[in-house]
């Protein structure tokens, strides 16, 4: 599986994700202020079910500003309240009715990937919660068979039950597809060193990498979300940091954007800032300074 990435002048696809504040064509102005080439957006409020109708006026709107504009690559995030490994059967169903949703505003907005947190299994098994992980990923594929879309599993810190914080976890939840191709992986740096798996390392990027590759594939890999991270290797715990501000280090990012298996790959930064976006702009430098420079 390969998925077709637009990289409009032969630039990286770096970015970050966006506000959709003022509706949703703001967010790609935000991009372009800090001169993204890649964006994450969230089609909807992410902590409320209910969604904002969206007009035809403004999903057109929205087309045309990343059509005209540097971006290559657009990405949503689900919304953090669905968990389609709930072992409660109303909220299970809830999380799937409205990720469902979500992938067909992605398809009205021309949005080619939808990343979701796999969800957590509430003291029921990992097991149990991967295998309805499954069933609803399978559910909205069946449903939204018309819509060009993928859905990228997020590696995940693990906190609390939630699951994806294993690679085994994401390759047992695709083998319970129906349809693989409709599925790929956004790899989050913090999540992955928050799990425990050392990529701070010259060595441990290296196994990490490998590890993925055996159980996942890293042709599965969609999006990267570069983040630090707040807290140390394993702790299980999910605090984004700015580049080179938290517990990583910047060799990880050196090895993200030289490394030939991933540096090719969309990116795009999930981390503290204010709404002048001035971190953005030092978070995406250092990326850029990193890439083709020397080791840090
Ligand atoms: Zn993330
Ligand atoms: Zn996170």
């Known amino acids: 599986m390969k998925l077709t990435r637009a990289s409009k002048n032969g630039r990286p696809l770096l970015g970050a994700h966006m506000s959709i ?4 064509p703001r967010a790609v102005e935000r991009g372009l202020r800090v001169d993204c080439t890649a964006l994450q957006i969230f089609t909807k409020s992410s902590n409320q079910w209910k969604a904002r109708e969206l007009g035809e006026e403004e999903m057109a709107a929205f087309r045309a500003a990343v059509e005209e504009s540097p971006i290559g690559f657009v990405v949503a995030h689900d919304s953090y309240l669905i968990n389609l490994a709930s072992p409660d059967e109303e ?32 003291n029921t098994g990992e097991g149990a919660g991967l295998k309805r992980i499954s069933r ?17 599993l997020e590696t995940h810190a693990g906190q609390g039950t939630t699951l994806g914080h294993r690679f085994e976890h994401l390759r047992d939840i ?31 990027w290296n196994e ?11 042709d599965r890999l969609a999006c990267v979300h570069v983040n630090d991270s ?17 517990e990583m280090g910047l060799l990880p990012f050196w090895h993200l954007v030289n490394d030939p298996r991933t540096r090719d790959l969309p990116m795009v930064l999930e981390t503290p ?13 250092i990326l850029r300074s990193l890439a083709g420079g020397d080791r840090p």
């Open 21 to 24: 504040a003022g509706g949703l």
């Open 91 to 122: 909220l299970w169903e809830k999380s799937v009715k409205a990720f469902i949703l979500e992938i067909r505003r992605c398809a009205d907005l021309g949005v080619p990937v939808l990343v979701l947190h796999p969800g957590a299994h509430k």
């Open 136 to 152: 609803a990923l399978n559910r909205a594929h069946s449903e939204t068979s018309d819509c060009p879309v993928t859905t990228a």
């Open 174 to 204: 695709l083998a319970g597809l129906n349809n693989p191709q409709r599925a790929a992986v956004c790899f989050d740096t913090c999540h992955v060193f928050a799990a425990g798996y050392p990529i701070h390392t010259d060595e441990g």
């Open 208 to 218: 990490t990498l490998e590890a993925f590759d055996e159980r996942v594939g890293l």
């Open 230 to 246: 707040k807290k140390g290797l394993g702790c299980r715990v999910d605090r984004h940091a700015g580049l080179g501000q938290g």
């Open 273 to 285: 800032k204010g709404e002048d976006l001035a971190e953005d702009v030092v978070n995406l430098g």
